[in-house]
């Protein structure tokens, strides 16, 4: 419990992550879109939208953090190819971008488009 509360002490006091936890940011926001045919319903963590780009970013507490966004976990690719997905289609004129914040480091990592967008394609809807 201590080591957690630290963690999210150290995610809130970060300075390089001041921007995630701006007031004109979303927080939890529900989704529901299409995926492969099929209803998706999720949470984001954190949505930033400004006039061009929207950014969906997901908190992890994964006792390991990958070294590099190709080294992110596949069930986790997928989860963001389905956040950007439905962020593509509500809003089809905007850039996308997908990160993950890293509690354990208190670090942002930007994930490859091309990379969720594959991961999204693999995911297998019953």
């Known amino acids: ?15 390089a992550l001041a921007p995630v936890f701006a007031p004109e940011t979303l927080a939890e926001v529900p989704i529901v879109a299409d995926l492969n045919g099929a209803t998706m319903k999720g949470t984001i963590d954190r949505l930033i939208v400004d006039d ?7 908190f992890k507490s994964n006792a390991t953090v990958p070294a590099t966004p190709g080294d992110t976990p596949e069930g986790l690719l997928r989860q963001m ?9 509500i809003y089809p004129n905007r850039t996308i ?4 914040l890293w509690t354990k480091t208190a ?4 994930l490859v ?8 394609k693999r ?4």
């Open 107 to 110: 670090k942002l990592m930007d």
């Open 113 to 120: 488009h091309a990379d969720v967008s594959a991961a999204r």
């Open 97 to 100: 971008k997908a990160q993950i």
């Open 52 to 58: 061009d780009t929207i950014t969906v970013i997901d």
């Open 1 to 15: 419990p201590k080591d957690a509360y630290d963690e999210a002490v150290r995610v809130l006091t970060t300075p």
């Open 123 to 126: 995911v297998i809807v019953p």
């Open 81 to 89: 190819g389905a956040y950007v997905h439905a962020m593509e289609q």
